[in-house]
């Protein structure tokens, strides 16, 4: 069976430092991963995804996600937040092009100023 | 691209009565989700359909929920009769083939007093 934990219910963050959030996950193959964003009131939005390749990837809005194979983590960075990143983030494993995702219960990231 | 429409945005509606959710997926996908988002349970899939057939409802809770894709740009969630423990955000998604790269709506908040 595949699930996700994403172990901080709750972070906060000032306005330009760094911000880190955890996801583990459990999965029998190669997982397919995913960070998703979800602002107050809004859809998911997709952050960035990972299958193979290079184990830091790259998303939308300066964050970026390393997968650690052996630590079965794949946690989320931005160097500097910004006030519009307080959000929910939700990590997300699942098989490869296969509609089964599992969604970890998120994070919610407040940013003061 | 207007992105997955949901309508209404909102709903609050009396225990008992007949709620009905819409979606229009993104030109050109031909999978759709309906997923449900609680404090307690997190996201959960209620339905997939691929080219309008529907795939796996297992997550559905139970007969009271019934979802229908009438065509390739429309879809319904429908409750009947609806209770209490319905109130929830419901997401509609969308995406090519299957795959798990998840296009999200704004979500239906349904209040069910």
């Known amino acids: 069976a595949q699930s996700v934990t994403q172990p901080d219910i709750h972070i906060t963050v000032s306005e330009g430092a760094s911000l880190e959030l955890r996801c583990n996950y459990s999965y029998g193959a190669t997982p397919y991963l995913f960070w998703y964003v979800q602002s107050p009131g809004q859809g998911l939005q997709l952050l960035l995804k990972y299958f193979s390749g290079d184990t830091l990837v790259q998303g939308i809005k300066g964050f970026e996600a390393e997968f650690k194979r052996s630590q079965s983590s794949f946690n989320l960075r931005k160097p500097s937040v910004h006030w519009s990143d307080a959000a929910e983030y939700f990590c997300?494993?699942?098989?490869?092009?296969?509609?089964?995702?599992?969604f970890g219960a998120g994070t919610t990231v407040t940013v003061r100023a | 691209d207007a992105g997955v429409i949901q309508s209404p945005r909102h709903e609050v509606t009396e225990m008992g009565q007949e709620v009905t959710l819409r979606c229009k997926p993104i030109?050109?996908?031909?999978?759709l989700f309906w997923y449900r988002q609680t404090m307690m349970r997190g996201l959960e899939l209620l339905i997939y359909?691929?080219?309008?057939?529907?795939?796996?409802d297992s997550g559905m809770p139970e007969d009271r929920f019934s979802a229908k894709m009438p065509n390739a740009s429309f879809s319904t969630l429908k409750i009947q009769p609806s209770e209490p423990r319905d109130s929830a955000v419901y997401f509609c998604?969308?995406?090519?083939?299957?795959?798990?790269?998840?296009?999200f709506g704004a979500g239906s908040r349904l209040t069910v007093l």
């Open positions: 030109s050109g996908h031909n999978s």
């Open positions: 997300a494993v699942g098989p490869f092009n296969d509609y089964k995702l599992s």
């Open positions: 998604a969308s995406s090519r083939d299957g795959a798990n790269v998840l296009t």
């Open positions: 359909f691929n080219n309008n057939v529907p795939i796996d």
